[in-house]
Structure formats: C-alpha cells, structure tokens
C-alpha cells in the first residue's frame, strides 16, 4: 500500500510497451498499450512524445508513486537516465526506476532463484541470473550481428532468402503479394527508413503461419538452434539451471523452440508471452489470471 499513489509496471521492447497500473492499495487497475522505444534509437525528446500522446492521455488523473520500467536498451545508466528523465516529464513527483529487459525476463521467469533467462521478441536477449542480479551475459549484438532467434534476424533471413530465390516460388510469390513489396521497396525499409528491427520482424504471422512448408520451418528452427548454440551454451553450467524464456516469438514459436532446446540437451521450464505476471509476483502485486 502506498498513500501517495499506485504502481506502474512498465515491459518496453522495442516495437510495443505494456504499462500495467497498481492503485495505491495494490488492486490491479489495467493496463495501457503505446509504441514502444528503446533510447539507443530514439532521444529523450522522442520518448517523452510517445508518453505524452499515447500514455497519458489514458491514464488520466490516476496518481502514480513508482513506476518500474523494464525497456530494451535500458542496459547502460546514462540510456537509463534518458528514459527517466523522459517519464519524469509527465509523472514528476512518481519515483521511477529503470532496469533493461533483460533483468525484467530473469526476475519474472526466475523471481528470486537462480536460472537462465531469455528473450524472444523482435530482438533476442539472454543471461544468467543468481536469484538478485545478472551475472553472466552474452551481448546480442542487435539483428545486424547478432540477435539470434529473434522476430528481426528471422524475418532478415525470411526475406533474404525470398529475394535471392531460396524458397519455393509460391511461397515467395504469396509473401511478395501479401505485403505489397518487391525488391525496391524491401531495400528502401532496410536501408534507408527508421526501425528496419522493426520492419523485419512484422513478417513473423505470415511466417508462422506458413510453417508447414519445410523450407519455412526449417529456417525458422535454426534461427533457434542458433540462439541456444550462439547464446546460452556459452553460459558456465548452463545444463545445470532452469531456462525460462518470455516474448511473443518464444510464445508463438514454443513447438520449434523446445525442439531446438532439446537438440542442445535442454528443456524449457517455462515460456511467457510476456513478463508482467512474473514482474508482478516479484514486486509484490497481484495480476489477473487469463480467461
């Protein structure tokens, strides 16, 4: 219970942004979806716009006394300080914390216990978490480098592989059409048009719900043999801990996740659409259960 207002509970990645609200005796009040952001692409300026139009707005007068935001790229202090410096703009009198993501996937997948921690979303992200803090990290890289089994580095791989012909030609045909792209307009968003990540990824439902040709499936599965291979073999015992896994891509792709995990002699304890239910246990709050 907190006199002076409620609790906002923040999951940011970088397409989307959950702010789930607490009011001042913890009864859970609902949450608010915006467009998510991530301080190395987008300045302070940026993010406090996002909140002004797409927060505030619905939350109204409701007072706030903490907000704990966990945001992708919200890795180093100073990215941190733009972050809150953008919510404390429109919530000046809230005390506001800022994590990275990451730290948000291990405390909502491992609350207070040693495990592996990963996300699977439109970037990808790993650790190993001692039941407080992150001890061990292999950097992502972004989709450029890195990333692996992410929505951007499947949805890079997808479309590469249609554009130089290594897919079936009505696989290709059906995407091209589906989406209104031809080659140029494919290079012009990659190259040449803010949040490519973004871009890429949003070809993840016609990809998903092509799996049952071989040549998609297949792509899709060593993207996630990859992420285990490139990732989270590389963490010290990593057989030894539990492995939770949290976003919309671990969510929709669970079948051909755990099937990667196990070529690799692992087994995922648990897979999240998203942290907040985690994240609530861990702060002490109640969340309702999906119908």
């Known amino acids: 219970m907190n006199p002076r207002g409620g609790t906002l509970i923040v999951d940011s990645g970088s397409t989307k942004a959950t702010w789930a609200v607490w009011d001042a005796e913890g009864s859970y009040m609902g949450q608010y979806r915006t467009t998510g952001f991530n301080p190395y692409y987008q300045d302070e300026e940026e993010i406090a716009r996002t909140i002004a139009l797409e927060l505030m707005p619905a939350l109204g007068e409701t007072p706030i006394a903490h ?5 992708a790229g919200c890795a180093f202090e100073e990215k941190n300080r733009l ?11 809230a005390r506001v914390t800022v994590e990275s993501d990451l730290l948000g996937a291990a405390r909502a997948s491992c609350g207070r216990l040693p495990g592996l921690a990963g996300i699977l979303g439109t970037g990808s992200n790993s650790c190993l978490f001692d039941g407080e803090r992150i001890v061990e990290h292999v950097p992502p890289l972004g989709f450029i480098l890195g990333d692996e089994g992410s929505g951007a580095t499947i949805g890079k791989r997808f479309v590469g592989a249609c554009l130089k012909g290594n897919l079936p030609a009505p696989l290709i045909q059906a995407f091209l059409e589906t989406y209104q792209l ?3 307009r494919i290079l012009e968003r ?9 871009f890429l990824a949003s070809f993840s439902p016609f990809i998903h719900a092509h799996l049952s040709e071989p040549a998609a499936r297949d792509l899709v599965l060593e993207s996630f043999r990859r992420f285990f291979e490139r ?6 015992h990593y057989r030894d801990y539990p492995l939770g896994l949290v976003g919309s891509i671990a969510f929709a ?13 692992l087994s995922v304890h648990a897979i999240e659409r998203d942290p907040l239910p985690g994240l609530a246990r861990y702060h002490g709050l109640t969340y309702p259960e999906r119908s």
């Not at 907000?67 to 945001?71: E, I, L, P, R, T």
Request: hydrophobic residues 35%.
């Open 67 to 71: 907000v704990a935001f966990y945001g």
């Open 253 to 265: 792709y669970g079948e051909l996740v755990r099937e990667a995990a196990a070529s690799f002699g």
């Open 182 to 184: 031809d080659e140029a």
């Open 190 to 198: 990659v190259y040449r048009s803010p949040f490519p990540n973004r």
């Open 231 to 236: 990732d989270i073999t590389r963490y010290s």
């Open 83 to 93: 972050v809150e410096r953008a919510i404390h703009r429109h919530l000046p009198s």
